[in-house]
């Protein structure tokens, strides 16, 4: 029912509990696609699964602490994005997103990325977002280097993904360094 | 941050806590003219009064159960919209809603509340819909007698309002009823 | 242990864990007459289904917001009356009972909701007090019309009963109609 | 509303909030006889302080883990008694009360707990009864002794009672020993 | 990784998770020693049932309110050790203890028990602790008796053994009765 | 009363509420010292204060997320040390520690550090530890530096100390790194 309005083509919606047989499509047809750098897909493995998940997705957003939210394109489900946690304390954020394979290509996830950048620089007066990629995820990785975020460092074996180790890669953008559009 | 479109001039937002001046002011300014049908006015005695209550509406959003969000008027801040409950069990939920003095006279509720019902029957599957009013409350009367609700029946001395009971009447709208615009 | 005597023949008694086989022998001997207009009925499998329900009952009493509890008739149990909610804010409650077949043609339903108005007027000091049945459920809403209530109007959809809906009907007293015995 | 009959003069009454001006009053005037053994009863300095504590009494009633309640003599409150736990994995439980001074001499605690031995050993299958009173608390200990209660021990310091420790005398009745009226 | 180091052989260590093995183990190869007078330990029936215990255990050292810890002796986990409560209200606590078959024979429990009387009369300024042990329980009581503590009495039926009923002995060292190493 | 023993003359002990004047001592005589780098300092005004925190503290420990523990040098009080959090789905940790001005210059918190990393890694089984300090926070830089970890990157703005943001410096050792003494 409320959705952040990215551009004429892309809305951010939060869940309700009637969407969970259209996340568990775009998890369940993007398996694979998935799997390679997330690590919870293979535990979800019917609608009902998100039946528990998305009230405690939606707390967190009214406990001000962050959201996981869907990203439409053009009406139809393409991915998630959200705040892993908001630390009011140091008024830092960190962003993740995941888009379907057939997505791909249309810059959704900069555009939804940089209009979210908007809101929470100018309207929730964060001064600090980061975005955490595995060091190997080039494509995740494009998405703050396109944006202009600044790499801070490597986490070595910061990720346990399956069966091994990931690095990941820190990037940050501060308040002051965004222009906003 | 997260909006839903009645129309091109009318949103409702569900609230953050970085709205909580806002909307201690759009109380503040309308005390009296809210205070005629609304007990909980006089409880609202600074913006800091919001910051428990703004967490605790979205969390019935997140547990499925209602709302309590703001509508806003090409940008502005008018009044509030909300669901009280939703009782699964049965299909029914009842709407409630206020608009400051200065915002009437553009059909904001009507509209709003007519696209709620859209959502409600089409989207939400929802079978009953109630409009509760003070049977003396000809202006909150209006909107369900304008939609076409029915209705349904006195509550005698159903709310106490600060030294004396009122009646309510109650309206429904039923989903087979309710022609989907 | 604790129970409330509302004639020399009635008593009603809030259950203990004890009672659950008692309760359910209750429940399992009448399920087509209570399956008529009550739909947990089926959820009652077994005498353990209840050793979970007492004590949300009894705590129910203990937070003030009503109660759920047993009727006895010359010591045997032969059903239930209960308060849904009280509503302090509107000083409102809502009565709910059912009996036996057995148990049929005493008036005790009668007499126990008429002796329980005294305690709840007089006592707790209520104002309004709503009985709520399906339309349809003549054997019910003998209870309220025997009684003096006002009939206040029809909730069209009220209730789902298993496949479909049925109208309801709200009956009420007020503290001031209720001639005290 | 819900009592338990011990005889045609006497009452244990669950407490509910509206009884909690009684209930004070009832403490208030016996301040001194009650404090002599009772560390609470500073704490009680007025009805409001019951508006906690009662919910409290009836939530561990509810969880069938004891309950502390009100002793009616002709229908006035004359003191209080309780089960301090229940621990159901050994049968056991311990009773405790007090008695306003001037409904002293009536044999009313004896009575009370007489009746509710039976009640403890016939209905909820208790294996054994404590009563635990302060040894220099002569009046508490004529009870037990009067009821046929065997004295099992002294627990030295036992009690904090204000500025010094009191010891504490050990009464247990079992099942078989108890003769059922 | 915290304990509490009785004297060179002797250390009390409270649990982590990654213990569950070694205590299932004790557990396991103690059974029918332990059984005589412990009623859990059919409940153990592996490592993972402690998964949920441990952190109850540390939980309660948290809350201030007593300890449940294993017992090293020359860094083997032969026993364990703890306070069944703290009744900060009258200075009071328990000891409770058990010890592997295997590790009988060298003091382990009088010397435990002595170092922890030290830190409860010294620094937690208790003022009263108990041992309660099965009158049978010839090897328990030992304990008590060889420190000096005092026989207070006899709970008849104290406790639920299996099929039967034990009667209990309770014994109590005061502050000023112990003299501290 | 649990402590964990780095060396002959250093333990990292968990706190109980016994623990208050002393661990406020420890705060209120290093004002100035530790308000440089610990934004916490001036919410501790008097030892009550830790009365709510060191239960929260022990109860982190009992769901094996981390612990704050003191540091004892010859039994005195001189610091703290701690675990942030333990993140197991990724096996890492991170270490936190200060020190009191006048205990500076015997190495303690490098001797805790190296000791609690032999745990961490052989014991706890963890994978990567992480140390964040202040960039312009030379002496605490130095611990990880004189350990051998591994400089990652610098978080801009990545702490709100009072009036203004701080850069940070993460450090890293995974176990494969560290020579276990």
């Known amino acids: 029912m409320f959705s952040y309005k990215v551009d004429e083509e892309i809305w951010i919606e939060l869940f309700q509990i009637h969407h969970k047989e259209e996340l568990f499509d775009l998890i369940d047809t993007n398996r694979e696609h998935l799997r ?13 699964d998100f039946e528990e998940i998305i009230p405690i997705w939606t707390r967190n957003y009214a406990d001000n602490n962050g959201f996981d939210a869907g990203i439409r394109y053009n009406g139809k489900l393409v991915g998630m994005i959200g705040l892993h946690y908001i630390d009011w ?17 249309h810059g959704i996830i900069t555009r939804t990325v940089s ?3 908007n809101y929470l620089f100018s309207t929730m007066k964060i001064n600090r977002v980061e975005i955490v990629c595995a060091v190997k995820n080039r494509k995740s990785r494009a998405i703050p280097e396109r944006l202009g975020f600044v790499k801070e460092g ?3 074996d910061g ?14 953008m501060l308040s002051k360094e965004w222009n906003m559009e």
Chains 1, 2, 3, 4, 5, 6 share one sequence.
Not at 161 to 170: A, G, I, K, R, S
């Open 154 to 156: 490597i986490k070595r």
């Open 115 to 117: 209009s979210l950048l």
């Open 89 to 105: 304390k140091n008024s830092t954020t960190s962003i993740g997103y995941f888009l379907s394979e057939e997505a791909q290509g």
């Open 36 to 48: 390679k750098w997330l690590v919870w897909v293979d535990k979800r493995k019917s609608p009902n």
């Open 159 to 172: 990720q346990w993904l399956y069966d091994h180790y990931e690095d990941l890669v820190t990037y940050s």
